[in-house]
């Protein structure tokens, strides 16, 4: 058995635990929105059509914001389709996802649905085929309270108050040669920096997130950054960062080791940011908006869209399963958005429904829970107050894509009202249990509330329809606190979260 020791101390905190850090996507994608969040004939259906089931287990996993309508989809998106009455709203051809889009939810249905869920809409304005006045529509007619062509369409739709939507994404992935409209960086960062400016002039309060790159080996990662942000910084408050190429290839140590790879995208997004600044002479920081993250199995035949003259309405798209390695890699890339929270103000686990999804459902059926749904649920439920930067000794192990990686990552939080701490521990060992000793004389006196690990003999055990609770986060017996220590044998391949408080 491996040791390893994590020192937590009230003195080192990072930042405030944000509640913008857990949020999730919902794209027009497969089945993410129809026969996913939407679906009028289930017996759960509400009079918009809203699946209650998913509207319950959106709510207990403790999603905060909901980023839409999407994702690629928005790029050749024209949201004036989505509203107005439903039986008059067209059909397009979604490009995107070669699908058709039936238009039957929209931005009114989206509004809706977010209010019920207990969720802060994020926006996503199309900057693919569309530009700055198309933006300013939608923004008008989100936040303009009446009075104005826009404002009183909405108003006529049903919705007499504004939403007031905080937070808008200036297109998506706009880097990627896949994207409809994809610029170069010079090109999106003028239009971004105009629609920014322009959309302020209507609200200043929003909160505006220009596109990073989509993932950080694109091979203009770094520069794309810079000049956007050359571009744009006056004008925005966060840049994207988007990260999927988590998945299991063969190598499970290293895909153990994905959140080493977050820390350093992170690091690398805030570094370019502060280096414009620095040139720039601006004096205010940029953000990290995560805003599309997860494992994700690409190569797998579900994720191919359709072809040729099939177009269908929601086919079978994305829909990995996942297994207790990808749930415990979900858990670890969690402890790393936690530990920059001083930098990483908003981010989305991509996406929320059937598609590379904790929840999946079955049309006009049965939903289930995905493995990646308990650690983002518990983290989500239990990361309060700030973030304490800890000090982590850990043996370390080789892996092929990321050189030494310690066994044991951790974080914890810690509310200075309920004197609560809690730890959030992940065991990256393939073969070796880690018996995990938690310094807590900086805290003396606590109790254990509890301690939960998610893990299981076969890690490639996946839940089903019909299986969704033989393996979930269990009560770690071997845990204990005792003279300002607490301690717990954390098994391989296993996520973990200890509860502690006063005693
Ligand atoms: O989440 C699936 C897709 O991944 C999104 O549409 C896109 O933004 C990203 O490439």
């Not at 635990?17 to 289930?42: A, K, N």
């Not at 840049?239 to 290839?249: G, I, K, L, N, P």
């Not at 079955?362 to 518990?378: D, N, S, V, Y």
């Not at 893990?455 to 204990?480: C, I, L, M, Y």
Request: aromatic letters at 8%.
């Amino acid at each position: 058995m491996l040791s390893a020791t994590v020192t937590v101390d009230p003195a080192f905190v990072v930042g405030p635990v944000r509640r913008r850090t857990f949020g999730s996507f919902v794209e027009h994608l497969g089945r993410c929105v129809y026969t996913g969040i939407h679906d009028p004939g289930h017996p759960t259906a509400d009079s918009d059509g809203f699946r209650g089931d998913v509207l319950e287990l959106t709510r207990e996993l403790g999603v905060s914001t909901v980023r839409y309508p999407g994702g690629n989809f928005v790029s050749g998106y024209r949201w004036e389709d989505g509203i107005g009455p439903a039986e008059q709203r067209p059909r397009r051809l979604d490009l995107a996802w070669h699908s058709t889009e039936p238009n039957q939810v929209g931005v009114d249905e989206f509004m809706r649905w977010a209010a019920r869920a207990g969720v802060e809409p994020m926006m996503a304005v199309n900057l693919g085929t569309r530009g700055v006045a198309e933006a300013l529509d939608l923004l008008e007619y989100c936040n303009v309270p009446g009075g104005t062509e826009m404002s009183e369409r909405r108003r006529a739709n049903g919705a007499p108050e504004p939403y007031r939507v905080t937070m808008w994404c200036l297109g998506n992935e706009m880097d990627g040669p896949w994207q409809i409209g994809h610029k170069t960086a010079h090109e999106y960062g003028r239009l971004a920096a105009e629609t920014a400016r322009a959309m302020r002039m209507v609200d200043p309060d929003v909160e505006l997130v220009v596109c990073g790159s989509s993932n950080s080996r694109m091979p203009t990662f770094g520069a794309w950054e810079h000049t956007v942000l050359t571009e744009a910084y006056e004008h925005v408050d966060h840049v994207s960062a988007h990260a999927y190429y988590y998945e299991e290839d063969g190598d499970l140590s290293s895909f153990l080791a994905s959140a080493v790879d977050m820390d350093r995208f992170i690091e690398s997004v805030a570094a370019t940011a502060d280096a414009v600044r620095a040139a720039g002479k601006h004096t205010k920081r940029i953000h990290v908006s995560f805003d599309e993250w997860n494992v994700w199995y690409q190569q797998r035949a579900e994720s191919r869209p359709p072809s040729g003259d099939d177009w269908p309405v929601a086919p079978v798209l994305l829909e990995d399963r996942y297994n207790v390695a990808d749930a415990v890699v979900v858990g670890n890339l969690l402890v790393s958005l936690l530990r920059h929270t001083d930098r990483v103000h908003a981010a989305s686990l991509a996406q929320l429904v059937n598609v590379i999804a904790p929840i999946m459902t079955e049309p006009g059926g049965r939903i289930w829970k995905q493995t990646i749904f308990h650690p983002f649920a518990l983290t989500s439920r239990f990361a309060r107050g700030e973030v304490l930067r800890v000090a982590v000794d850990s043996p370390v192990h080789d892996t092929a894509k990321f050189g030494d990686v310690a066994a044991l990552d951790a974080v914890a939080t810690h509310d200075a009202e309920t004197g609560d701490v809690v730890v959030f521990a992940t065991n990256r060992s393939v073969t070796d249990e880690v018996a995990l000793d938690v310094d807590l004389r900086g805290f003396p006196g606590m109790r254990l509330v509890e301690a939960l690990t998610l893990a299981n003999p076969d890690h490639t055990w996946s839940a089903t329809v019909d299986d969704d609770t033989s393996v979930v986060p269990r009560t770690n017996a071997s845990a204990k606190v005792a003279d300002d220590r607490a301690h717990a044998d954390l098994p391989p391949v296993s996520w973990s979260v200890m509860r502690l408080t006063r005693a």
